[in-house]
C-alpha cells in the first residue's frame, strides 16, 4: 500500500504551545469565523488557511506548520 503524502509537509517539531501562541490561534479562528459568518460563507481560501495565515500574521512569523493549527 503506498503511503499517503501530506500536501502541506510533516509537522517539525512536537514542541509544546507557549500560553501566547494558544491564545493568538483562538483569536485567529474567531476573526476567521466572524470573516467566515460575514461573507456568507464564501471564502476565496479555506476557513483554516484564513486561521493559519491571521496566526502566522499575529504571532510575526511561527515555527508551526499548517497541520499544527488544524490539529490543535
Not at 11 to 20: C, E, F, H, R, Y
Not at 39 to 49: I, L, V
Amino acid at each position: 500500500m503506498a503511503s499517503s503524502s501530506n500536501r502541506r509537509g510533516a509537522a517539525q517539531t512536537t514542541l509544546q504551545w507557549t500560553t501566547a501562541e494558544e491564545i493568538t490561534l483562538c483569536t485567529a479562528w474567531c476573526n476567521a469565523m466572524d470573516m467566515y459568518v460575514t461573507r456568507d460563507r464564501q471564502f476565496r481560501k479555506g476557513f483554516w488557511e484564513e486561521v493559519y495565515d491571521n496566526f502566522k500574521k499575529d504571532m510575526g512569523g511561527t515555527i508551526r506548520g499548517y497541520d499544527a493549527i488544524v490539529s490543535k
